[in-house]
Nanobody
Framework: QVQLAESGGGLVQAGGSLGLSCTIS????????MGWFRQAPGKEREFVAGISWSGGITYYASFVKGRFTISRDNAKNTVYLRMNSLNPEDTAIYLCAANKGFGYDSWGQGTQVTVSS
C-alpha cells in the first residue's frame, strides 16, 4: 500500500505554467507506474499522463499536445507534472495515482488547478 500527497496547484492565468508534485510514501518497491489524472466539475475523471517507475517511459493523453511533462525522482519518491500553456479547459482537480500492475488503485486527495481567462 502507498500513500500519495499532491501539492503545487493554484490559480494561474491562461498561457501560464504550473508544476505539480506527488510525494509517495509506503511500499514503493513494487510500483509499476505512476499517473496523473484530472476531474473537472460535472465531468468524468480522465487520464492526463503516466510514467513507468523503473524505466521512466512516459504516456500522455492526446489533449496534452506537448504542453505537459511528467517526470519522476525515484530517490525522492516523487512524481512531477509540469504544465505549460495552460488554458481554462485545464481547470480541474489533479490527482496522483499509483499502479502496481493491476490498474491505478491508490489515489491522492488531489490539488486544485484553476486557469483564468
Amino acid at each position: 500500500q502507498v500513500q500519495l500527497a499532491e501539492s503545487g496547484g493554484g490559480l494561474v492565468q491562461a498561457g501560464g505554467s504550473l508544476g505539480l508534485s506527488c510525494t509517495i510514501s509506503g511500499r514503493t518497491f513494487d510500483l509499476d507506474r505512476m499517473g496523473w489524472f484530472r476531474q473537472a466539475p460535472g465531468k468524468e475523471r480522465e487520464f492526463v499522463a503516466g510514467i513507468s517507475w523503473s524505466g521512466g517511459i512516459t504516456y500522455y493523453a492526446s489533449f496534452v499536445k506537448g504542453r505537459f511533462t511528467i517526470s519522476r525522482d525515484n530517490a525522492k519518491n516523487t512524481v512531477y507534472l509540469r504544465m505549460n500553456s495552460l488554458n481554462p479547459e485545464d481547470t480541474a482537480i489533479y490527482l496522483c495515482a499509483a499502479n502496481k500492475g493491476f490498474g491505478y488503485d491508490s489515489w491522492g486527495q488531489g490539488t486544485q488547478v484553476t486557469v483564468s481567462s
